[in-house]
């Protein structure tokens, strides 16, 4: 089992920055990916950012130039820079882990509250 904990969510002004912190801890191994998605109100989780095992990114068009994913492997902790935020990112951000290729285990965070405000 793999416990994801996020940290970093707020309330922050239109053209501000936040940095979310999501750990992993437990039995990591064999991680495939890690990423970051979003669910707005009235909206389906998006695809925010992922970083795969092989250090390669993927970004929502939405959030490309604005935001950074990052990870830091000796702390098993993935990180998501986000500038110059809009009130349309307002949302629940959660982390994802990826374990495995063959049959992937799917492993979630229980959110952080970003809100921006106009």
């Known amino acids: 089992q793999v416990q994801l904990v996020e940290s970093g969510g707020g309330f922050v002004q239109a053209g501000g920055s936040l940095r979310l912190s999501c750990a992993a801890s437990?039995?990591?191994?064999?991680?495939?990916?890690m990423a970051w998605f979003r669910r707005a109100p009235g909206k389906q989780r998006e695809l925010v950012a992922r970083i795969m095992s092989s250090g390669s990114l993927d970004y929502a068009d939405s959030v490309m130039g604005r935001f950074t994913i990052s990870r830091d492997n000796a702390k098993n902790t993935v990180y998501l820079q986000m500038n110059n935020l809009k009130p349309e990112d307002t949302a629940v951000y959660y982390c994802?882990?990826?374990?495995?290729?063959?049959?992937?285990?799917?492993?979630w965070g229980t959110g952080t509250l970003v809100t921006v405000s106009a």
């Open positions: 437990g039995s990591i191994r064999s991680v495939n990916s």
């Open positions: 994802n882990l990826v374990q495995g290729v063959t049959f992937p285990l799917y492993y």
